[in-house]
């Protein structure tokens, strides 16, 4: 057997991850769209807006207020001038920290005001998307945009949109002091303006791009270190642990080698944009100090200081301005995954006259029903057969046989691609998905269950249930003894997916939440996993009080279960290739009396 080094694992592992934009152009057809989402809270956008104008305007006031002092009052030996204005500046002072104030905390109540109203709006579409949209989609995708993403777009409401407002607002204010103070030398600074923002634009793009090396290499140290430890078993007893201890540190190497280049690149960035603004400011003092000492000239050394300390004031933004533009093309990403979702039509919809309030008996019927999952990849292939209401039809095949496709198609959870499904005579397509997923109860193999109490969980479909009805659910299936056994009765939590129950007891819960929408269809998936003689026992009691009376597909684990169904249907590469009881179908050789060879032998064993 070939080995893989770590070198080469971790190289596929990176080249297996799928890639995405971390920040895009500006776009202002997704920051309207963005700002369509503050009409809501217009009144705190306003009132936003106002803080924002205001503190753009006191910061620069501040300043001129000290050069005004030092040019009036200090120059002139008026100690009453520089009473009132050491007043006039703290007032102000005070009056900036309190406009401070209210933007911080209304910049963070908009951001969480819109923030929420996302995360409500993809969560209801999600709900509305079907199956297909699932089939395609890795989780983490979707976890992504909901947690990531709008965080993203957080960040861009509570600080990049406001923040930058204020800076260039100061840079504006500072620029108008500027220019009454010396208009020549505030062409100066203009001059200097593009070649700041570049050196702080190049080197914001790498260091950004260098912190995502390094968030990215982190969060294959901590999904690796959290495998580790949850497969420490696995490790141990294939003698796994130098090999993974060898994959880990190239991690950590991996991870300290992109913390390098962003310490490095900040490193270079802070001292090269300090000795920048030096070097200018040098400049500066050379030009006004000379305008200043000329022969005859205007020159007031009050002006000379006012602008210097407005030149602070109109540059500093710029660093601050740098930062926020990075910010915002991260903003920008999120947002536009964030509305191509929101935009994702579905692959179909209930037409607008489908029909509502249809009361079934569930009659099902499957017309010459061909079924594709992505296109020119068939699994379900001119699928023919009658469930009449009440019957039991058991689904039995090899894996990939189409078995779960059928149930699928009868939960209406995929369309057909060809043919027709009719419930009680009427085509799927023109029946209203509510009213019939409220007419259909599912117990699935994996037996999902919800964080929350055992009772919470049995009354998930009928929320508005009482504990009453719950409790006369679980009795018609005998198993409410089973339940009253749990440390807390029906009030027990059932831990994270069921994990504080036992196999048996999870399927119970399931079949009880089915038991209590009292179905016309039920759809089944037996799991397949083992369980004692007793459990098992009451499982085969539950199931035949579950079915009785309501028309049932079950994917076939249980010889028990075949046995009893009125129809068996045996699939082979989507097609139906024997149908009828078991007792026929075992009589005559075929592929049923193959299938059922083997799960005799797997009983036996």
């Not at 540059?315 to 536009?336: C, H, K, R």
């Not at 036992?502 to 089915?514: I, K, M, N, T, Y």
């Not at 009893?564 to 050789?589: K, N, S």
């Amino acid at each position: 057997m070939s080995h893989t080094g770590p070198t080469k694992m971790l190289t596929h592992w990176r080249e297996g991850e799928e890639s995405e934009a971390q920040q895009r152009p500006l776009d202002f057809g997704l920051i309207w769209r963005l700002f369509d989402y503050t009409q809501p809270h217009a009144r705190k956008r306003n009132w936003l807006l106002a803080t924002v104008i205001i503190r753009s305007i006191q910061l620069p006031s501040l300043t001129w207020i000290v050069a005004a002092v030092i040019k009036g009052p200090i120059d002139r030996h008026d100690s009453v001038g520089l009473a009132w204005g050491v007043f006039g500046f703290l007032a102000l002072a005070l009056s900036t920290q309190l406009v401070m104030h209210f933007r911080q905390r209304l910049a963070l109540e908009l951001g969480e005001a819109v923030v929420s109203d996302l995360r409500r709006d993809l969560f209801r579409h999600l709900q509305r998307l079907p199956m297909s949209f699932y089939h395609r989609t890795r989780l983490g995708r979707i976890i992504s945009r909901m947690v990531s993403d709008v965080e993203d777009v957080r960040a861009g409401v509570q600080e990049v949109l406001f923040v930058s407002l204020v800076q260039l607002g100061q840079m504006l204010v500072a620029g108008g002091f500027m220019l009454w103070y010396d208009a020549q030398l505030f062409l100066l600074v203009l001059a200097v303006v593009p070649i700041l923002w570049t050196i702080n634009h190049h080197f914001h793009r790498r260091l950004s791009a260098a912190l995502r090396a390094v968030r990215d290499s982190f969060s294959r140290v901590t999904a690796t270190l959290a495998e580790s430890v949850n497969g420490v078993r696995v490790t141990q007893g294939f003698a796994r642990e130098d090999v993974n201890a060898r994959l880990f540190g190239d991690l950590i190497a991996d991870h300290s080698r992109y913390n390098y280049v962003a310490m490095r690149t900040q490193g270079l960035f802070m001292p090269l944009l300090e000795l920048n603004n030096q070097v200018f400011v040098a400049v500066l003092l050379a030009v006004g100090g000379y305008q200043l000492l000329s022969p005859g000239s205007h020159v007031a050394i009050g002006d000379l200081v006012g602008f210097f300390f407005m030149v602070g004031m109109f540059l500093s933004p710029i660093t601050t301005l740098g930062s926020q533009y990075n910010q915002a093309l991260t903003a920008m990403a999120g947002a536009e995954r964030i509305f191509r979702l929101l935009d994702r039509e579905p692959d179909w919809q209930d037409p607008p006259e489908a029909l509502r309030g249809v009361r079934l008996s569930g009659r099902v019927e499957f017309r010459q029903v061909d079924f594709e999952y992505e296109p020119g990849r068939p699994v379900l292939a001119g699928v023919s057969f009658i469930a009449q209401p009440g019957q039991t039809v058991a689904l039995v095949g090899h894996t990939g046989s189409g078995k779960t496709s059928i149930i699928n198609l009868v939960a209406k959870f995929y369309l057909p691609s060809g043919g027709q499904v009719l419930l009680d005579g009427i085509d799927i397509t023109q029946l209203a998905s509510d009213c019939l997923h409220r007419q259909v109860g599912m117990v699935l193999q994996q037996n999902f269950l919800f964080s929350g109490s055992v009772l919470e969980n049995i009354r998930y479909g009928r929320p508005e249930a009482s504990d009453d009805e719950v409790v006369a659910a679980a009795r018609r299936l005998n198993c409410l003894d089973l339940f009253e056994q749990l440390p807390s009765g029906l009030h027990t939590p059932v831990g994270e997916r069921g994990g504080s129950l036992s196999l048996g007891q999870r399927q119970l819960v399931c079949f009880a939440r089915a038991m209590l929408i009292d179905p016309k269809i039920l759809i089944m998936d037996e799991a397949t996993s083992s369980v004692d003689p007793e459990t098992e026992a009451r499982l085969q009691s539950a199931l035949a009080r579950l079915v009785a009376g309501r028309t049932s597909f079950i994917v076939a684990h249980r010889l028990s279960t075949i046995r009893h169904a009125d129809q068996v249907l045996v699939l082979e590469h989507g097609r139906i290739v024997e149908r009828g009881r078991h007792a026929e179908l075992v009589a005559r050789p075929g592929a049923y009396a193959r299938l059922y060879e083997r799960f005799t032998q797997a009983s036996a064993a």
